[in-house]
């Protein structure tokens, strides 16, 4: 469980997909680096992932956390976005059937789960297929 | 540097240790290994560990169990790498013994995984993943490997059915281990035709939730016979390495580089390559993570892992076999313990103590232990003297 402290420091990667270039080699890393893990540049700018890609790989969780009780089954994948940066999120909105690699998606912001007995919304995102 | 030898090992058997504590079960297995060497004290002690303090709300455990094997003041550290907590915690008392700084050291490893429940263990297990990348998302370990499992299957056609021999086979080699949590035999259409856990991986491609402890003794290879009548086994490499955390950051998603890595550095430090192995014991946490391991290891080409269960090359008899003592499928994966229960597996074999099991003329074997999605992995080569 997170504190709010925590899901507010990692809003602007959940909400907005903020990476960050390395201003010496040009990679892009998301998340955000202190250093640059290819040339060990230690300047970056901010950048705005593009949210289009092609799944690498995929999987449907059948016995999933307990904070995702309410979700199970759901499909998750790994995706490569234009520009090459990689995550790891879930597919909505897709039958599982039709998961295929190489298949094209684009990243929506959607609610993710709840938190605590408080019930913090917690939202980021997830990849829908691009149709 | 000094030789460095294991004089004694230790274990019981592995499953839901109901009636026995985290302290109990380690301790009996390090008493087990203090016997089985002949020694009559311990100079300093490593205790792998994964997260007890979520499986059983205890942490400091260098100091628990120092006190509760009756050793203290003696020096004792927890070593935690995740699921390559034992074979780290092992490398750390051979660095330890090879260095000088001291004599006779034991190294441990334990996980109590049943005082949980099955969600409780799913959450402690997923911190060894990147929680604010993966985990957060609701990824699961079954949900990782399974992504590798897709990924091997695309890129080389690797099969659902070579998934089930990886689990018939370790069943086979672990129904002769009588230390095993689940010494039974499997069909393939009972590892296909299990629960679904994470697709394409079923409940029967999943190492279990296990409790359970071993211990191995270490001291400079010319002191092992004065100090014990045990035939010494010979530590001829001890390698580490680390990779990216998160699955998706790696450039080949079911590429296991960490392994590779720690494989390279040990066969150089041994002077040795795979031809030279006579079997090894690798961190099968699931079916596809032994496919992936016995490729980066140079056993198999890089797509071909998924033959060697299936063709008969990795089995007790075969040309490299794989996992005699059942793997972490059949004997149980107490993620902390399960490092060092590789060590004993390889004494056990190279001094010829392994009934139905025995790889026969076994001289050097090695043990492969990874963290996460490896994202640590320690590598060690044994051999006879």
């Known amino acids: ?23 010496k080699c040009g990679k892009v890393h998301f998340p955000p680096r202190v250093i640059c893990n290819t040339c060990r540049g230690r300047e970056f700018e901010k950048v705005v992932l593009p949210d289009a890609g092609r799944l690498l790989t995929h999987t449907v969780i059948r016995i999933g956390p307990s904070a995702f009780s309410n979700e199970t089954p759901y499909a998750m994948g ?14 909505a909105d897709v039958e599982f059937d039709e998961l295929t690699v190489g298949m094209p998606v684009r990243i929506e912001f959607r609610k993710l789960r709840e938190e605590g007995e408080a019930g913090i919304l917690c939202y980021g995102y997830k990849f829908v297929p691009a149709r | 540097m000094r030789d460095v030898a294991v004089i004694g090992v230790g274990m019981q058997k592995w499953g839901e240790l109901w009636e026995k504590s985290l302290r109990d079960i380690f301790t009996e297995s390090a008493l087990l290994a203090i016997d089985d060497a002949g020694v009559d004290h311990i100079d300093a002690m490593y205790v792998g560990c994964m997260t007890s303090g ?15 094997l009756g ?19 092992f490398r750390q008392a051979f660095i330890d013994v090879a260095s000088g700084v001291h004599d006779i050291v034991l190294a441990g490893g334990v996980e109590k995984m049943n005082d949980i429940d099955g969600g409780g263990a799913t959450h402690a297990l997923s911190t060894a993943a990147d929680a604010e990348y993966e985990v957060y998302h609701g990824v699961t370990f079954p949900g990782l490997y399974a ?25 086979r080699n672990g129904s002769r281990n009588p230390l095993a949590q689940y010494p039974y035999e499997l069909t393939l259409e009972q590892v296909a035709g299990s629960l679904l856990v994470a697709d394409p991986i079923t409940i029967l491609d999943c190492s279990p939730i296990t409790d359970g402890a071993a211990a191995a003794i270490l001291c400079p290879l010319d002191m092992a016979k004065r100090l014990s009548k045990r035939p010494p086994v010979k530590v001829l490499a001890s390698a580490h390495a680390t990779d990216t955390i998160a699955l998706h950051s790696r450039p080949d998603i079911s590429w296991l580089s960490a392994v590779e890595k720690a494989g390279e550095k040990a066969y150089k430090a041994a002077g040795l390559g795979p031809k030279d192995i006579s079997f090894v014991e690798v961190h099968d946490c699931f079916t596809i993570a032994e496919i992936c391991a016995i490729e980066a290891l140079g056993f198999f080409e890089r797509g071909k892992g998924g033959r060697g269960a299936e063709s008969g090359e990795t089995a007790v008899g075969g040309r490299i076999p794989v996992n005699p003592s059942g793997g972490l499928k ?25 009934g139905g099991r025995q790889v026969k003329g076994a001289t050097i074997g090695m043990t492969q232990n990874m963290g996460g999605v490896a994202g640590s992995c320690a590598v060690h ?4 003297v």
């Open chain 1, 1 to 23: 469980m997170s504190t709010s402290a925590r899901y507010w420091r990692e809003i602007p990667q959940r909400y907005r997909l903020e990476a960050a270039k390395c201003r």
């Open chain 1, 78 to 91: 790994i995706a490569e976005l234009d520009g090459g940066v990689r995550l790891t999120a879930q597919i």
């Open chain 2, 54 to 68: 979520l499986f059983v709300g205890q942490e400091h455990l260098g100091s628990v169990m120092a006190d509760y």
């Open chain 2, 71 to 89: 050793v203290a003041p003696i020096p004792s550290v927890r070593v935690e790498s995740a699921c390559a907590s034992g074979g780290v915690a």
């Open chain 2, 147 to 171: 992504m590798m499992a897709v990924d091997h299957m695309h890129k080389y056609g690797t099969t659902r059915d070579q998934l089930s021999h990886v689990a018939v086979k370790n069943h």
């Open chain 2, 330 to 354: 059949s004997k149980g994966h107490p993620v902390g313990a399960t490092g060092v229960a590789q060590v004993l597996e390889v004494v056990k074999q190279l001094r010829g103590e392994c």
């Open chain 2, 381 to 384: 080569i044994l051999g006879s």
